[in-house]
């Protein structure tokens, strides 16, 4: 996807896209035109996931959450210049003022790599108010009404619909969301485009979706979850849209598909295979991995050491449950569990 604030190589998460002819901004891994490379089901993902059994999407999907789009949109995040300052409506704003269909955006960012001085802006410092807001939009200075946060490696954020926000230069994220590209641009830094046009922005329709009344999102603390063959898990965050995990292995894994949902599995470092008991596959850094629900027993065996993003939509309810049983303490599931 191209965007004026994008970088001209994608390394090291693709090291054969340098040198670009215009700023790519974020590659898509599930958006509906992405292609499924191997398997029953060698499509886009859209039409895939219309003709995908049931059994694959899991029991969740087949009894309660019916979808005829795929649910989450995963990409990774290229900036070189500071992005718009921008919001994204709930579903019911989306639902009643844009096109039928349309969904709103809650979503997260897991930071791949950072520059030693790279920052975000994201959520509202205590003392701004609806009217002071408004009035920065007309007389400059908005950014000053952010919490500005110091962005490293490994760190997530939280970023709910209504919270206003803004990425930096000089980072790689891997952003998961849900599948909706509703933007309400605030302020743009007088930026123009490749024709001297300013972008659009959105400022009443954002206006009406930021909720100045509650402090939500900002950066998580993630929870260890308990493992074997020595792999590091964490839960990173979980919200009704999407839940998200990092897996940090150095030696063969053994893991089992969830029959209540499917999975995806984003490489963000190392190479190795992925095994069960039909099949074995070769993975890389940047791919972006199906586990059906299904599929039982898997294992990874890395060939160098490996970082994974692993992301599912759950069932909040089903999922503290799941770990309390686990012996996650309450005190931390507050941390990083979201309604």
Known sequence: MPRIWGARSLAPIYPDKTNLPEPIG??????????????????TLNHAWQKMPLEWRGTD????????????????????????????P?????????ASGALGKTEMWHVVSAESDATLLLGLVPEVDREKFQSAIK????????ERLPVSPGDTFYVPSGTPHT???????????????????????????????????????????IDFEHRRGGKVSPVALSSANSAKKSLLVACPYFAAERWDLSAQHHANSDP?????????????????????????QGECWFISANLGQFSIVPES?????????PIITEL???????????????????T
């Open 260 to 284: 209540a949902h499917f999975e995806l599995l984003v490489i963000l470092s190392g190479r190795g295979n992925i095994q069960w008991t039909v099949d074995s596959r070769s993975y890389q």
């Open 61 to 88: 999907f087949a009894s309660q959450r019916p979808s005829r789009e795929f649910p989450l949109l995963v990409k990774f995040l290229f900036p070189r210049d500071q992005l718009s300052i921008q919001v994204h």
């Open 26 to 43: 974020e590659a898509w891994l599930t958006g509906p035109e992405c292609k499924i490379e191997t398997g029953p089901l060698v499509d």
């Open 139 to 146: 007389q400059g200075g908005l950014e000053h009404f952010f």
């Open 90 to 98: 709930n579903d019911a704003y989306a639902k009643n003022n844009e």
């Open 320 to 338: 503290r449950d799941k770990l309390s049983r686990d012996g996650v303490p309450n005190s931390d599931l507050k941390q990083v569990l979201f």
């Open 167 to 209: 990425i930096g230069a000089g980072m790689i994220l891997c952003e998961v969301q849900q599948n909706s590209d509703l933007t309400y641009r605030l302020y743009d830094f007088h930026r123009v485009d490749a024709k001297g046009n300013p972008r659009q922005l959105h400022v009443e329709k954002a206006m009406s979706v």
């Open 305 to 313: 050491p490996t970082s994974i993003l692993r992301t599912y939509v």
